[in-house]
């Protein structure tokens, strides 16, 4: 450890840790579930820290907020109602709001302290909460999931922190299925599914548990994050049965319409070809997820 430096530490990434240069600590608590630390870096923002992880800074969170948001909204005609699990910071939200089709956006967070905090230290990421079509529920995402009834949601977002500690369950083929069925058919999800250099043997479980669940399309893509482990992470996008969803072909682009622009600022990572690109995978990867 480098005095003045925060190092990423974990058994998910031995033998390497990524740094960046800590300007001052700006908040350390300890909640229910995890420990939750801010500070200022030197070359990436404000970086909201859970368990020893980054979850995101100013500076690169939008590669990753952005992706995960329109990657499944954008293939869909009209998405109505979004759920999303995890993401208690708002960054998810303030990117569902931009979609003008949209109705209801429930979000699930299991930690209150993340959004406390988000709110404080990040508005630009926390101005998600203020879109008035927002319900914040705090709790266990998969006790949520069973009790919402059976078709609910055109698109389900899992934002989730890694499966070490209280996400863990989120990464189980049980919750897949509690996914599939709160979805109409033809609905969507995207789920954080780590970085194909470093969790193989994880997205391998990943995806032969979608292929069973979900019966439309079953897909990885990936995105840069450079405060992310290996500077790349990647998403789950499959959807059910009904009106087929091709992922690759984004039909409903946000580009066209800015009016959200005002109160969210510009998107400033997703574009519609960046989307048909996230899924166009190295040789090594797509060898393992097509085998599946
Ligand atoms: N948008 C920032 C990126 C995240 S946040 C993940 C969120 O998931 C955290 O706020 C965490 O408290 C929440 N969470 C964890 N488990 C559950 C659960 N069971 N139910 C509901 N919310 C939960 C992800 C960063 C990825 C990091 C990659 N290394």
Redesign the pocket.
Known sequence: VIPGWFS?ISP?WPGEAHSLKVEKILFQGK?D??DVMVFQSSTYGKV?V?DG????TERD?CA??EM?THLPLCSIPNPKKVLV?????G??LREVSRHASVEQIDL????KM??DVSKQFFPS?AVGFDDPRVTLHI????A?LKAVPEGTYDAIIV????PI??????FEKPFFASVAKALRPGGVVCT?A??IWLHMHIIEDIVANCRHIFKGSVNYAWTT?PT??SGV?GFMLCSTEGPPVNFKNPINPIDADDSHVKTKGPLRFYNSEIHSAAFCLPSFARKVIESK
Not at 108 to 111: A, F, K, N, Q, T
Not at 165 to 170: D, H, T
């Open positions: 990423e998910m909640s579930y995890q909201l859970l992880v980054i979850q995101l969170e990753y907020q995960i699990i995890g993401g208690g910071d960054g998810v699930c967070e299991i930690d993340v959004v990421v709790g266990d995402g998969v949520f934002d989730s922190s890694d500690g209280p996400a863990q369950e989120l954080q780590e970085s994050v992310y482990p992470i």
